[in-house]
């Protein structure tokens, strides 16, 4: 299993990025899609997730209204677009493939999303 995670770089406040994650090595549509992300010196936290069984998705307090993940099940990949960003937005975003009952649990090597002031 592979997830490869595209898109990030570093923007102004208030500025807009999409990231992306391809995966490979699984079947797409039967994992939950989510996005984590490491700020500098903090622990890993969660960003959004999006759920395969319904659709549903779901986000941190610190990103609702400014933050969207979906995904494209025939292409496997899973996007986050990142709108009105903040110095506080600032880190490394993770890709992550989740299904409990396969027991599987996948993890990207991240992208760095850095936003001046």
């Known amino acids: 299993v592979q997830l490869v995670e595209s898109g990030g770089g570093l923007v102004q406040t208030g500025g807009s990025l999409r990231l992306s994650c391809t995966a490979s090595?699984?079947?797409?549509?039967?994992?939950?899609m989510a996005w984590f992300r490491q700020p500098p010196g903090k622990d890993r936290e969660f960003v959004a997730s999006?759920?395969?069984?319904?659709?549903?998705?779901y986000y941190a307090d610190s990103v609702q209204g400014r933050f969207t993940i979906s995904r494209d099940n025939a292409m496997n990949i899973v996007f986050l677009q990142m709108n009105s960003l903040q110095p506080d937005d600032t880190a490394v975003y993770y890709c992550n493939a989740l299904n409990t009952y396969l027991r599987g649990n996948y993890w990207g090597k991240g992208t760095l999303v850095t936003v001046s002031s």
């Open positions: 999006h759920i395969h069984k319904d659709g549903s998705t």
């Open positions: 090595g699984l079947t797409f549509n039967q994992y939950t």
